[in-house]
């Protein structure tokens, strides 16, 4: 093992070495899925000193992982349900990841719960928030975010002039915290890497390697090369989301953990449409609506409907968006209509199924199960309570490998570019001068990099066009669109687009108006000639296409087949089961 100096790259030699590395010698872990759990299991266990590889079939946290409403939160819905030990846990991890594992990265955010009945609403919510509150102080940490605070109509309006006033009696006001999904998960797996894990995109695991009864190791498709080889691990663990049920049927057994998968819709729409100074959270009849300030924009959700369709890319409906717009509407004096909407995307919940039908009330707890030796499986959970997944996946591997294996340690390694951070962020308006870059530059660099910015001022000051805002994506640098190819694992346009930034909901052209130049900036990092680039523009355009056409459908199948007519730049394979 060699000991590596800075933080690791995940560029494409990277990727090369890695899946050479994974290919020589029998590892202690491999994990299969990039998702937050695979990554957080891929953290976990290479910070316990394990050797570790991880394979994801598509592009790093573009299942799930980059597709949720972004809250690291307790969730007020289970304290509604009484499962305290499970809102507990999730904001003990809120503060962790707040102010020790990734203060660049998860940010403190305000909600306006607006109360509708005079009498009973004001002590029931309140009391409700106090115990959110106090269930949020860890030991050695405060909450991270302030208490909750009483509100007058009056002063509630203040805060949110957006609101009809003849749609509530009165508010109150509390905090949590929100992410940006995808570059978490990205920003972990580059962290696992730099302690020496061995991670690649789009390698698919088509089968297992087996000893008799025993799982050995994996068959891995790369879907890139279209070529196959065997990764070899004491321990496998299956971090799979809603495909589970898939791997389980290519180990041949019966499993033990069964995941169906539940649809949750959001819009986008930009910040002016809503004149308000916090986030709302409505109750609906089934769940709650979320509306959560994200930059210059506005994020408003979510859905919770059943979805057996093509899991890679759940479409959204015309029924899903008029859902979320009617509900938001309910409470706005000025409505929104389809035309606010500037990006809409829908990810699927992985979620154990469980007697009751209803997916809303279907279990968000985790489960890690040993189906076969060798298999370790962990499903289930929530975003916001990943390091506990992974902590307890883990311990099974452990226990699996037969050593003696060091306790779990994540809750003290942060992850790249938090260590420094602090001191970058009260240093920015000199940065700022030093770079010739607005100060607002470098604290919307610093809010994605923390302490890497260095990184990407460094590509800037090689090549100081890029320095210029992307034509149609402002809010983006060309040089983040570079940095995302060399560094963080960007291998198709769409990484780019879809979740290094997230320029495909963030304008009303979804990414197409600044596909050719955003493309054209990635092929040399990444060894494109004309005809790649060409190709990589078109696979984006007809996938923009078939999502607008699949939101103008009344239901699901018909969504789903629209979108369908949008093939994968690298497509996944049909796997053969055992
Ligand atoms: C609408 C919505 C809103 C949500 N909001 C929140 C929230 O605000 N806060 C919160 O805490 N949680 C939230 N969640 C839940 C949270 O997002 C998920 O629990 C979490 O992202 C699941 O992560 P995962 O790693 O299990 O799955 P995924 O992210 O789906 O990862 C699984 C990965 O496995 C890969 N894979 C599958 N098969 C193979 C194979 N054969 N070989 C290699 N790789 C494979 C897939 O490509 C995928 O990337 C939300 C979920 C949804 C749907």
Redesign the pocket.
């Known amino acids: 093992m060699t000991v590596r100096t800075g933080t690791a790259r995940l560029g494409p030699e990277e990727r090369g070495t890695a899946l050479a590395q994974m290919a020589a010698r029998e590892l202690d872990v491999v994990v299969?899925?990039?998702?937050?759990?695979?990554a957080g299991v891929a953290l976990d266990a290479v910070t316990r000193g394990l050797s570790v590889g991880l394979?994801?079939?598509?592009d790093?946290?573009?299942?799930?992982?980059s597709?949720?409403?972004?809250?690291?939160?307790g969730g007020l819905r289970y304290l509604e349900q009484l499962n305290f030990d499970l809102v507990r846990e999730?904001l003990q991890e809120r503060a962790l990841l707040l102010q020790r594992i990734a203060p660049h990265l998860v940010r403190p955010v305000p909600f306006l719960f607006p109360l509708t009945h005079t009498g009973w609403e004001r002590p029931y919510v309140g009391a409700g928030l106090a115990l959110y509150d106090s269930l949020g102080f860890s030991f050695g940490f405060t909450r991270g975010v302030p208490g909750h605070r009483h509100l007058s109509r009056r002063r509630a309006l203040r805060l949110a002039p957006a609101l009809r006033r003849s749609a509530f009696t009165g508010a109150v006001q509390y905090w949590d915290a929100q992410v940006d999904?995808a570059r978490y998960v990205m920003t972990m797996l580059r962290t696992a890497a730099t302690y020496g894990a061995h991670v690649a995109s789009r390698?698919?695991?088509?089968g297992f390697l087996r000893e008799g009864e025993r799982v050995t190791g994996v068959r891995v498709r790369d879907l890139e090369a279209g070529t196959e080889l065997d990764v070899r691990a004491r321990q496998v663990v299956n971090?799979?989301?809603?495909?589970t049920d898939?791997?389980q049927e290519l180990v041949g057994g019966r499993g033990q953990i069964h995941v169906r998968a539940?649809?949750?819709?959001?819009l986008l729409v930009p910040r002016d449409r809503i004149h308000s100074l916090t986030g709302i959270i409505l109750r609906t009849e089934k769940s709650v609506l979320f509306v959560i300030p994200w930059g210059r924009h506005w994020i408003i959700?979510?859905t919770d409907t059943r979805w057996d369709l093509d899991r890679?890319h759940p479409a959204a409906s015309r029924a899903d968006i008029d859902y979320v717009l009617e509900h938001v509407n309910a409470v706005l004096s000025v409505p929104l209509t389809r035309d606010d909407v500037e990006g809409v995307y829908a990810?699927?919940?992985?979620l154990l199924s469980g007697e009751s039908e209803e997916t809303s009330k279907l279990s968000r707890e985790h489960v890690v199960a040993h189906p076969v030796p060798g298999l370790v499986m962990v499903?289930g959970?929530?975003?916001?309570?990943?390091r506990v997944m992974a902590r307890d996946a883990v311990d099974a591997v452990a226990h699996g490998l037969d050593q003696r294996v060091p306790r779990s340690c994540t809750d003290r390694i942060p992850l790249a570019g938090a260590e420094g951070y602090q001191a970058l962020w009260n240093a920015r308006q000199r940065l700022a001068a030093s770079s010739g870059l607005h100060v607002a530059r470098i604290e919307h660099l610093l809010q994605r990099y923390g302490s890497m910015i260095g990184e990407v001022l460094t590509l800037i000051e090689e090549d100081p066009s890029l320095a210029r805002p992307l034509p149609g994506a402002d809010d983006y640098l060309r040089a983040e669109i570079v940095y995302a190819a060399t560094h963080e694992g960007a291998r198709h346009l769409d990484d780019v687009l879809a979740r290094r930034t997230h320029i495909s909901i963030e304008t009303f052209h979804r990414g197409l108006a600044v596909a050719q130049e955003a493309a054209e900036l990635i092929a040399g990092p990444l060894g494109w000639g004309e005809e790649q680039v060409r190709r990589e523009v078109e696979y984006y355009t007809k996938r923009v296409e078939a999502e607008r056409l699949s939101q103008e459908q009344d239901t699901d199948q018909e969504a789903d087949a629209v979108r369908l007519g949008a093939p994968d730049v690298v497509p996944a394979v049909v796997?053969r089961s055992a």
């Open positions: 299969i899925g990039g998702g937050v759990v695979g394979l994801e079939a598509r790093f946290a573009s299942g799930t992982s597709r949720s409403s972004k809250l690291i939160h999730a999904d390698t698919q695991v088509v971090a799979t989301g809603v495909w898939d791997i539940s649809k949750g819709v959001h959700g979510t890679a990810g699927l919940r992985p499903a959970g929530k975003y916001t309570t990943y796997p």
